[in-house]
């Protein structure tokens, strides 16, 4: 009897489980009669691209952060050459309706559904995660009690900094990295991201200097620099920023060059690539961007051991690289990239005796500091830099603060500023004492990740070189830095790592 009784389940299961396919293909069909083809095309799209997301959720991560480097939802603009190509395939949306924010919210609930199945927390005792999240709040806070309505700048023809919302910015800058350091733990995963990344940069910088060079895709402003509406990374249009993008490109494939055996053919190719970098950053004509790739080059040559093979692998470069410059980059892109601002009598951009690009820059700072004690503590509130000084400058200017400490200064106040130093100070530390403990790199090496950390730590660094001359610590690839940072720290951390000074 209690056999029957059991053959007697397995026959219900197995029914139930036939009525399944059933149930679905008439739900479908009933779906393809009310919203017609192309929108029953959409949703059959859509629910294999959801599946494959939760199954492979760190391909999803990946997703976002190529659409968030590429394009930033509503924010539009008639792009051409390959970023054109590109965009013109990514699905744009609008409003809050774009493919990144249902992407993002998917995500965040299948971050809920493991973190309620395992009870997994560790990504929240992230350092670096918790330190951002910080950030985000101050600033969302910020914002909250400025007391600023944008119905008053739009009045005044201004916009914030910000392509959208900029606290909702911020706060969505903030879950990508929390998603980023919650599905992204195996080295593959990593490796993929970074290439991924890498890969990026190549293109952009690829396409920004081949507007420097035909002139297609350039913008106003850009003049002969390179940039503009051809490159792939959206906020690389300005020159400054592009030739970061470069110098981050050059940075991973000279380390990951240095950490392996190549194969003759690989390292020319790897030559190559370093080369377009640096060649971009020169037909970006920005002395910033040039400072920042000089103090880039001396950090990397002289960060550690690297024997002889190293240094005429780097004269190599040097050379070639000289040569190259001298053929292809125009003179006058030469001549602005060589003046010291505000000194040479030859710089197109002064208005008179001692005037120019330092001068602007000084003349800029101390509006900043005028800005900032508004509110000292908290600042003046994400993206509202344009419209108050607008009104604080006596010359009605509006132009961005083109330096990352004085925006977070005056936007966020003296705590926010203070929460992005220790940021960066514990994040390079963490990677530093990592670097110096022979059995994290032995580790590191073993995963095939060993050039990443080291790598990682020099990107953190030109960053806060860039950031001297440059609105950065809002972009994408900000985060994207600190989240491959918060991976390989919470990997590598609880191993014995004395600091051993590099």
């Given at each position: 009897?209690?056999?029957a009784t059991l053959?007697g389940?397995a026959?219900?299961s197995?029914?139930?489980v036939?009525?399944?396919?059933?149930?679905?293909l008439l739900?479908l069909?009933?779906v393809s009669?009310?919203?017609?083809?192309?929108?029953?095309?959409?949703?059959?799209?859509g629910?294999?691209?959801?599946?494959v997301v939760?199954?492979?959720?760190h391909?999803?991560v990946?997703?976002?952060?190529?659409?968030?480097?590429?394009q930033?939802?509503?924010?539009?603009?008639?792009?051409?050459?390959?970023a054109?190509?590109?965009?013109?395939?990514?699905?744009q949306?609008?409003?809050?309706?774009t493919?990144?924010?249902?992407?993002?919210?998917f995500?965040?609930?299948?971050?809920?559904?493991?973190?309620?199945r395992?009870g997994d927390w560790?990504?929240?005792?992230n350092?670096?995660?918790?330190?951002?999240?910080a950030i985000?709040?101050?600033y969302?806070f910020?914002?909250?009690?400025?007391?600023i309505?944008?119905?008053?700048?739009?009045?005044?023809?201004?916009?914030?900094t910000s392509?959208?919302d900029p606290?909702?910015q911020l706060?969505?800058?903030?879950?990508f990295?929390?998603l980023?350091?919650?599905?992204?733990?195996k080295?593959?995963d990593?490796?993929?991201?970074?290439?991924?990344f890498?890969?990026l940069?190549i293109?952009?910088?690829?396409?920004?200097s081949d507007?420097?060079?035909?002139?297609a895709?350039r913008?106003?402003?850009s003049?002969?620099?390179?940039?503009?509406l051809?490159?792939?990374?959206?906020s690389?249009?300005?020159p400054?920023?592009?030739?970061?993008?470069?110098?981050?490109?050059?940075?991973?494939?000279?380390?990951y060059?240095q950490?392996h055996q190549l194969?003759?053919?690989?390292?020319?190719l790897?030559?190559?690539?370093i080369l377009?970098?640096?060649?971009?950053?020169?037909?970006?004509?920005?002395?910033g961007?040039?400072?920042?790739?000089v103090?880039?080059?001396?950090?990397?040559?002289?960060?550690?051991?690297?024997?002889?093979?190293?240094?005429?692998?780097?004269?190599?470069i040097i050379?070639?690289?000289?040569i190259?410059?001298?053929?292809?980059?125009?003179?006058?892109?030469?001549e602005?990239?060589t003046?010291i601002?505000?000194?040479?009598?030859?710089?197109?951009?002064a208005n008179?005796?001692?005037?120019g690009?330092?001068a602007r820059?000084e003349?800029?700072?101390?509006i900043?500091?005028?800005?900032?004690k508004?509110a000292?503590?908290?600042?003046?509130g994400?993206g509202n830099?344009?419209?108050?000084?607008?009104?604080?400058?006596?010359?009605?200017?509006?132009?961005?603060?083109h330096?990352s400490?004085l925006?977070?200064?005056?936007?966020?106040?003296i705590?926010?500023?203070t929460?992005?130093?220790v940021?960066?100070?514990?994040?390079i530390?963490?990677?530093?004492?990592?670097?110096g403990?022979?059995?994290?790199?032995?580790?590191?090496?073993?995963?095939?990740?060993?050039?990443?950390?080291?790598?990682?730590?020099m990107?953190?660094l030109?960053l806060?070189?860039?950031s001297?001359?440059?609105?950065?610590w809002d972009?994408?690839?900000?985060?994207?830095?600190?989240?491959?940072?918060?991976?390989?720290?919470?990997?590598?951390?609880p191993?014995p790592?004395?600091?051993?000074?590099?």
């Amino acid at each position: 009897m209690p056999d029957a009784t059991l053959r007697g389940s397995a026959v219900d299961s197995v029914d139930r489980v036939g009525l399944l396919p059933l149930l679905a293909l008439l739900g479908l069909a009933a779906v393809s009669v009310v919203a017609g083809p192309e929108s029953f095309t959409l949703l059959l799209v859509g629910m294999a691209g959801a599946m494959v997301v939760a199954v492979r959720p760190h391909w999803g991560v990946a997703i976002i952060f190529f659409l968030l480097m590429v394009q930033y939802g509503s924010r539009r603009y008639e792009r051409v050459g390959v970023a054109g190509d590109v965009s013109s395939f990514v699905p744009q949306g609008s409003g809050l309706l774009t493919i990144n924010n249902i992407l993002g919210l998917f995500l965040a609930l299948l971050l809920v559904y493991h973190v309620y199945r395992e009870g997994d927390w560790s990504f929240l005792k992230n350092r670096i995660v918790r330190l951002m999240l910080a950030i985000t709040a101050v600033y969302v806070f910020s914002g909250l009690i400025s007391g600023i309505d944008y119905a008053d700048q739009a009045a005044l023809g201004l916009q914030a900094t910000s392509a959208q919302d900029p606290s909702r910015q911020l706060i969505s800058r903030a879950l990508f990295l929390v998603l980023f350091v919650f599905f992204l733990r195996k080295p593959r995963d990593l490796r993929m991201m970074v290439i991924l990344f890498v890969g990026l940069c190549i293109v952009t910088a690829w396409t920004g200097s081949d507007a420097a060079l035909t002139g297609a895709g350039r913008l106003s402003e850009s003049e002969y620099r390179a940039g503009g509406l051809d490159v792939l990374i959206q906020s690389t249009k300005n020159p400054n920023r592009l030739a970061l993008i470069a110098t981050l490109g050059l940075v991973y494939i000279w380390e990951y060059s240095q950490a392996h055996q190549l194969q003759h053919w690989r390292r020319w190719l790897a030559m190559t690539g370093i080369l377009l970098m640096i060649v971009t950053v020169f037909l970006t004509a920005s002395r910033g961007g040039l400072i920042g790739l000089v103090a880039t080059g001396l950090i990397l040559f002289a960060r550690r051991r690297g024997g002889a093979s190293r240094f005429v692998y780097a004269l190599a470069i040097i050379g070639v690289g000289a040569i190259v410059i001298q053929e292809v980059v125009p003179e006058q892109v030469m001549e602005r990239i060589t003046n010291i601002p505000g000194l040479s009598r030859t710089d197109e951009y002064a208005n008179g005796a001692g005037e120019g690009s330092t001068a602007r820059r000084e003349y800029t700072y101390g509006i900043g500091i005028q800005i900032w004690k508004k509110a000292p503590l908290v600042g003046i509130g994400p993206g509202n830099w344009p419209y108050v000084r607008f009104i604080t400058d006596p010359l009605r200017s509006a132009a961005v603060a083109h330096n990352s400490y004085l925006a977070a200064l005056a936007e966020g106040g003296i705590i926010t500023l203070t929460l992005y130093l220790v940021l960066f100070y514990t994040t390079i530390r963490d990677l530093l004492r990592c670097e110096g403990a022979q059995r994290i790199m032995a580790r590191a090496r073993s995963e095939g990740l060993d050039w990443l950390l080291v790598g990682t730590r020099m990107c953190l660094l030109a960053l806060l070189v860039f950031s001297v001359f440059s609105d950065l610590w809002d972009l994408v690839f900000t985060y994207f830095l600190f989240g491959v940072a918060a991976v390989l720290i919470e990997r590598y951390r609880p191993m014995p790592a004395p600091l051993v000074a590099a």
